[in-house]
């Protein structure tokens, strides 16, 4: 069974503290790996969409990274504006799209 | 209009209450979709619509109820439900269902709340 595993579940970072969220996936015939944002109340918002392992994609202080076994969203120098719900889901070969649970990123002043 | 619009935002419903959920995507696309958010679980997908024909189903109870009477819009009809169905429901749409990789684009969601 095709699944998607985030870590960890909630994350606080100080402004400025750089991190990363993990984003741990068996998914057969992975076609595409996809990162959301979601504010509460909110539907989620598109981020990054990878295809094979090795590729990075990147969007103000998000960078996005794909490897055969994982995804990173790595966070540099978060702004509390960034505090939200980030999504990761893997798309399969014969499966709709997979979600995680999501990590809880809290950005303190 | 732009993207993904749904109504209405908010709805609480009792348990023998007949509602419908509206979607509405301004993007040109092929396949709509309706998810289930729940607290603590990961979105969970009800329904796939390609060119208006249902091509997946996820062993949905029968009291949520689709239709797709063209590209553009969906609905969710809700009968008899239980207060275990409270939650957000989203639709998205994509490009295509299959076999590209599309990105799927969501609303803002409905907050249900079954009394």
């Known amino acids: 069974e095709d699944q998607v595993t985030q870590s960890p579940e909630a994350l606080r970072l100080q402004e400025g503290e750089s991190s990363s969220l993990n984003c741990s996936y068996t998914?057969?015939?992975?076609?595409?790996l996809f990162w959301y944002r979601q504010d509460p109340g909110k539907g989620p918002e598109f981020l990054f969409t990878?295809?094979?392992a090795g590729e990075e994609k990147e969007k103000e202080r998000l960078k996005a990274t794909l490897t055969k076994k994982e995804s990173f969203l790595h966070i540099t120098a978060p702004k509390p504006e960034d505090s939200a719900t980030y999504l990761c889901?893997?798309?399969?070969?014969?499966?709709?799209?997979?979600f995680g649970k999501g990590t809880r990123l809290s950005v303190i002043a | 209009e732009t993207g993904v619009t749904q109504t209405p935002r908010h709805l609480v419903m009792g348990m023998t209450n007949k509602k419908s959920l509206k979607c509405e995507q301004h993007?040109?696309?092929?396949?709509m979709y309706w998810y289930k958010q729940s607290a603590k679980k990961p979105l969970e997908l009800m329904f796939v619509?390609?060119?208006?024909?249902?091509?997946e189903n996820n062993s949905v109870p029968s009291r949520f109820s689709p239709e797709c009477p063209n590209s553009s819009h969906l609905f969710l009809h809700l009968h008899t439900l239980q207060p275990e169905d409270s939650a957000l429901y989203l639709c998205?749409?994509?490009?295509?269902?299959?076999?590209?990789?599309?990105?799927?684009?969501f609303g803002p969601g409905t907050r249900l709340t079954v009394l």
């Open positions: 998205a749409s994509s490009q295509e269902w299959y076999p590209l990789p599309d990105t799927q684009y």
């Open positions: 998914v057969s015939g992975l076609r595409g």
């Open positions: 990878l295809y094979s």
């Open positions: 889901a893997g798309l399969g070969g014969n499966t709709p799209l997979v």
């Open positions: 993007l040109g696309h092929n396949a």
């Open positions: 619509y390609s060119l208006e024909e249902r091509v």
